[in-house]
């Protein structure tokens, strides 16, 4: 991960910058979902504050080799007028490292108690028991709303930028370009 490509959401007067960003992050996903196996990270370098949101930068993390391959592909096809790109530069020497992670969260006991009901033939009263209402989570995290291409459903996806650390972790990114254990630069 020596390279990296900011994409800046432009402001627009029709849609809002989340939903912008939420475009063009389902848009990536599908990108690195069609590669065999995605060696590319993201970060939100605009994350923090008291906000929910993301912010207006999403940087690609990876090899100089794999950031050119994607940015080749027609993957922004829609999104180029709402977007500017910069070109592939080196990561500083003073960087530092974080993961950037995936957070499930638990929040809808009803739909836990359903999907129980579904999957073991329980009754209502069964999962209700086995399923409290006191045990939905809930979250402070930034997140994006995004479609499920199998399910139709729109889910959020909850992001989480770990802590800072000074040096790099090896580890696997997914089709989300996020990594349970590997990390990214942060700058």
């Known amino acids: ?16 910058a989340n939903h912008l960003m939420s475009a063009l992050y389902a848009k990536l996903h599908r990108a690195l979902a069609a590669q065999a196996s995605p060696a590319i990270g993201v ?22 080799a794999a950031l ?3 940015l080749a592909s027609d993957w922004l096809t829609g999104m180029r007028d709402h977007v500017t790109l910069s070109l592939p530069g080196r990561v500083p020497d003073t960087a530092q490292h974080r993961t950037v992670r995936r957070v499930q969260v638990k929040s809808s006991p009803e739909r836990l108690r359903r999907r129980l009901m579904r999957r073991h033939n329980l009754s209502e009263q069964e999962a209700r028991l086995r399923i409290p209402d006191d045990i939905a989570c809930f979250t402070q995290l930034p997140f994006l709303q995004l479609r499920s291409t199998s399910t139709g459903q ?4 909850f992001i989480e930028h770990g802590p800072t650390q000074p040096n790099a972790v090896e580890g696997a990114f997914n089709a989300y370009g996020l990594s349970l254990e590997g990390t990214i630069p942060w700058f």
């Open 68 to 70: 050119s391959g994607l």
């Open 1 to 16: 991960m020596d390279h990296y490509v900011d994409i800046q959401v432009r402001p627009d007067p029709e849609f809002v």
């Open 43 to 64: 970060s939100f370098p605009g994350v923090g504050g008291q906000a929910l949101h993301l912010g207006t930068c999403l940087r690609l993390h990876g090899a100089a």
């Open 154 to 157: 729109n889910f959020r996806l």
